[in-house]
């Protein structure tokens, strides 16, 4: 049975699911018992193990294979020993990699995704829809949509490197601390309906709408930390690494 430790009750089951992977010596491949069954064994609701689920699916640890169960992708600590996060790259040249590779990823996704690709999206969505109402400084369902649509192009080398990038996000103090700024919610909500347009370009296989709707996002994106960010800072990197965007010329 899960206790109250302070943390939101499917971040408990996601930490006791990493403790059991670890203390059973389970090996990557192995599938983890159902969702009902994790339920019943720490005495929480099926939705709270599905968003630990979801949670553990962010970090790399686990896959949902649809009709055949959860399966061990990795193990914890497994990837943070190489841990690519780097404290000397600034948020805004992290924004423009980000632009530069997730625009064109899109596009990519437009052609490629499924159905089941954009009810996982969705379900990404209702996460972050959850996170504003609550008021909480939860990015999790952020987070998993963007690698979402990596994975549904179904290369692993642009996933790998979306993750990559995730991975020098969580590592970025500069940007931890722009983030701990944002009072005004309606940033949140700015970011949630652009979600919105890449999943709507993307359900309507429109590769063109789904690489601007991502380029846009991450340009309101950038635009709402400049606003917060201290430009006196020496280590204030927002001048240096704004994006162009590329026009593609008709033949």
């Known amino acids: 049975m899960i206790t109250d430790t302070g943390k939101r009750r499917y971040q408990e089951v996601a930490e006791a699911l990493k403790k059991e992977m670890i203390d059973q010596s389970l090996s990557v491949g192995t599938r983890l018992r159902t969702e009902r069954q994790i339920a019943e064994d720490f005495d929480v609701s099926r939705s709270v ?13 686990v896959s949902v294979r649809k009709g055949s169960g959860i399966y061990i ?13 780097r404290s000397d790259i600034g948020p805004f040249e992290l924004l423009q990699a ?56 179904q290369n692993g080398v642009l ?23 944002i009072f005004d919610e309606s940033y949140r909500q700015q ?5 919105q347009q890449i999943l709507t370009a993307l359900n309507r296989k429109d590769p063109g709408k789904a690489r601007d709707a991502m380029w846009n996002h991450l340009e309101n994106v950038r635009n709402t930390l400049l606003v917060l960010s201290d430009v006196e800072d020496p280590k ?3 001048d240096l690494f704004k994006t162009p965007k590329v026009v593609k010329l008709n033949k």
């Open 49 to 61: 193990v599905r968003e630990a689920i979801i949670m553990l699916e962010i970090e790399g640890l």
């Open 73 to 85: 992708e990795r193990l914890p600590n497994q990837s943070e020993k190489n841990a690519i996060a």
């Open 98 to 153: 980000r632009q530069l590779l997730e625009s064109n990823i899109a596009a990519f996704a437009a052609t490629m995704v499924t159905k089941n690709d954009i009810q996982r999206m969705q379900e990404a969505l209702d996460m972050e829809i959850q996170a504003i109402d609550s008021g909480k400084a939860d990015y999790d369902g952020d987070e998993w949509f963007h690698r979402l649509i990596a994975e549904s192009t």
């Open 159 to 181: 996933i790998d490197m979306v993750n990559d990038m995730w991975r020098l996000r969580k590592g970025n103090q500069i940007w931890d601390g722009l983030h701990a700024r």
């Open 191 to 195: 970011w949630l309906d652009d979600h």
């Open 236 to 238: 204030f990197d927002g």
